[in-house]
Nanobody, 126 residues
Framework: QVQVVESGGGSVQAGGSLRLSCTVSGYTDGWYSMGWFRQAAGKEREGVAG????????YVDLHVRDRFTISQDSAKNTVYLQMNNLKPEDTAMYYC???????????????????WGRGTQVTVSS
């Protein structure tokens, strides 16, 4: 079975940094794309960043573009989200998603992904 497992969340002070990791397993062929989403309490899930595995092309949401970076290690089927200068507004459950198929929607659209992790909590205090 395909598994998507996130790690690296935790509690930090405003201005601190965290690096989230997401590893997918159970599928031997290459992955088409992976992405990060987050959902704060009482809010809708929103796209944070995503990457196409083969090309390395990626996006980061405008609201966090100057502070967050997405990267990958294709040999390990792993994607990372480096989060710097964290703010209380970044507090949310962060989810990793992956897709084995070509999608007709952008990386920021959750409908383009087939597999989801259970999430890792990020809490930023002021």
């Amino acid at each position: 079975q395909v598994q998507v497992v996130e790690s690296g969340g935790g509690s930090v002070q405003a201005g601190g940094s965290l690096r989230l990791s997401c590893t997918v397993s159970g599928y031997t062929d290459g992955w088409y794309s992976m992405g990060w989403f987050r959902q704060a309490a009482g809010k809708e899930r929103e796209g944070v960043a995503g990457i196409y595995f083969r090309s390395g092309s990626s996006y980061v949401d405008l609201h966090v573009r100057d502070r967050f970076t997405i990267s990958q290690d294709s040999a390990k089927n792993t994607v990372y989200l480096q989060m710097n200068n964290l703010k209380p507004e970044d507090t949310a459950m962060y989810y990793c998603a992956a897709s084995r198929r070509v999608s007709t929607v952008g990386l920021s659209n959750p409908s383009g992904y087939d597999y989801w992790g259970r999430g890792t909590q990020v809490t930023v205090s002021s």
